[in-house]
């Protein structure tokens, strides 16, 4: 299950850090990181890892 979280959540994070890069630049940086976890939290947990939990879930022995 870690690996499984690692392989999603590094995209997602890259994908966050590349768009709201440009947008949330000139923030401190406990503000922009405050941003994406409020962005990638729900993500994760609502669309991202129960997606990706069926699709390893013969990997995952279920």
Do not use: F
């Given at each position: 299950?870690?690996?499984?979280t690692l392989?999603?959540?590094?995209?997602?994070?890259?994908?966050?850090?590349?768009?709201?890069?440009?947008?949330?630049?000139?923030?401190?940086?406990?503000?922009?990181?405050?941003?994406?976890?409020?962005l990638i939290?729900?993500?994760?947990?609502?669309?991202?890892?129960?997606?990706?939990?069926?699709?390893?879930?013969?990997?995952?022995?279920?």
């Open positions: 299950m870690a690996l499984l392989a999603a959540l590094y995209p997602v994070s890259l994908a966050s850090g590349l768009l709201l890069g440009p947008v949330l630049g000139h923030w401190p940086l406990p503000l922009r990181a405050l941003a994406q976890a409020v939290v729900p993500l994760m947990t609502y669309l991202v890892m129960p997606l990706a939990t069926r699709l390893a879930a013969t990997w995952l022995g279920r």
